[in-house]
């Protein structure tokens, strides 16, 4: 279930509450469970401890489990409360859910429905604590920050923060719109040169005809034009970091001078004589593969080796895949922010959605698909025909047949391409067990079965 969660089970009845916690041990990890005797025992518990889940009898002498959630939602607002309920009094039930529980269960409860009610409750409460942490971040400004949790984003932070209090040069590869730019700026958030300048330069966006001015600077003279002297970007930088954005696009000529910066620690502003030392940090980044440039001769050996000697990988979002949920809540937050909406969720259906694409763009795509999702989703959650509104027309179909085709047969086509995609990874993600599929997709069992049957999937291939 992820992280740890309390559940209170109160009832008057000791043996049945027993009985339940058994029933919840033996099937849900990271489960921490506790038990009261009555109303009043359960509020005396709350006084000293969190807990997240609390789920009471309605009916109990003393204090019955309205009054309890009433009491319950005015001190710890944050508990949900699952209300059990024998079958005469499902009323009061669903009176209660009106009046803020978080769902019922009807006496005898069915494991599998515990199971499920209890799971949905704690899914609840993680995204509401995530969703806190978001706004939290949202809320802190521009510090840089890789979002993520899965393995491999988690070594890059790793990495980022072993190699951070160095001097040496740092070499980020990746593909576009990985994340190579937050990652420069929390190699240098992390280095002892916080405090001082962090410049960027995107390299090719500069005429190679202007970079070396840029960078280096220029006297007065140097060239038609240069009225004035002026101070480059090394010199800007010096005493902190300078992240040279796509190196594997420089010149020949730029990549000497970079070289000879690295190995004197000077450099030259155009149309000078005089070198000057600077104290700078290099962070490099490409999305192209140096080592390939390297061996075609289009990129300098000795300045490969000279900026390979901390190399950082950005993985490709469609190799985290784990963390597009995370990080499409947190451009959703920002978004909300940008365009001061107030709510807004993403429906579960989507984020399944969006985890079956590959992201050519990475990242940066992900965001740009939220922020139009917004867009054309105005004030309403965002939901599949959100979705549908934001493709591109035609590319489904494309990505199908190549052809057009009646619009419904089209329709069956691609939304059948979607659901066999989605369902085979579903069930490889879950080593082929219906129920977790189930719990994740929020599909009962029989329709994940009758999808299986109708795209020809056979489930048990996936066990």
């Not at 600077?278 to 490099?284: E, H, L, N, Y």
Request: charged letters at 25%; one cysteine or more; proline letters at 4%.
């Amino acid at each position: 279930m992820g992280k740890s969660m309390r559940v209170l089970l109160v009832d008057d009845q000791l043996d049945f509450i027993k009985g339940l916690a058994r029933l919840l041990l033996a099937e849900l990890e990271d489960l921490e469970v506790l038990t009261a005797v009555g109303g009043k025992d359960a509020l005396h518990l709350l006084d000293t401890t969190e807990v997240h889940i609390l789920l009471t009898d309605l009916q109990m002498p003393e204090m019955n489990g309205l009054q309890l959630m009433e009491e319950v939602h005015r001190r710890y607002p944050a508990t949900k409360v699952i209300i059990l309920t024998g079958f005469g009094t499902i009323e009061k039930a669903v009176q209660a859910v009106r009046h803020g529980a978080f769902d019922f269960l009807t006496k005898p409860v069915a494991s599998e429905q515990l199971y499920r009610t209890v799971r949905k409750a704690a899914d609840f409460i993680r995204l509401e604590l995530e969703n806190q942490r978001l706004r939290q971040i949202v809320a802190g400004g521009d510090k840089p920050i890789l979002l993520g949790e899965s393995a491999a984003i988690r070594q890059v932070r790793q990495s980022i923060e072993a190699v951070a209090g160095s001097d040496y040069p740092v070499l980020i590869q990746g593909e576009s719109g990985t994340g190579k730019e937050l990652a420069a700026q929390m190699v240098h958030r992390y280095s002892n040169r916080i405090k001082k300048p962090y410049v960027a330069v995107n390299c090719p966006a500069i005429p190679d005809a202007l970079l070396e001015s840029e960078l280096f600077g220029h006297c007065r003279g140097a060239f038609t034009g240069a009225d004035r002297d002026k101070d480059g970007l090394f010199f800007t930088a010096n005493n902190g970091t300078l992240h040279l954005d796509e190196i594997g696009d420089i010149s020949a000529t730029m990549q000497t001078k970079i070289l000879r910066f690295l190995q004197e620690g000077e450099i030259r502003p155009v149309g000078s004589t005089k070198t000057i030392a600077t104290d700078v940090r290099i962070v490099a980044s490409t999305n192209r593969i140096l080592d390939t440039l390297v061996e075609q001769g289009n990129f300098r050996a000795d300045l490969f080796y000279r900026l390979n000697v901390i190399a950082i990988h950005m993985p490709p979002l469609r190799e985290r895949s784990e963390d597009i949920p995370l990080l499409a809540h947190f451009f959703l937050e920002k978004t909300l922010v940008e365009m001061k909406i107030a709510e807004m969720t993403i429906e579960p259906e989507v984020l399944s959605y969006l985890c079956t694409k590959d992201w050519p763009g990475n990242v940066r795509e992900l965001q740009n698909t939220i922020r139009r999702l917004v867009v054309f989703s105005g004030h309403e959650n965002i939901t599949m025909a959100s979705v549908q509104r934001i493709e591109t027309p035609g590319q489904p179909m494309s990505a199908v047949t190549g052809e057009l085709g009646p619009y419904k047969s089209m329709k069956n086509l691609v939304s059948d391409k979607f659901s066999r995609s989605y369902i085979e990874q579903l069930l490889a993600a879950t080593s082929g067990n219906v129920s977790e599929a189930s719990r994740i997709s929020g599909l009962s069992r029989v329709a994940i079965q009758k999808l299986g049957q109708r795209l020809g999937i056979d489930l048990s291939r996936f066990r």
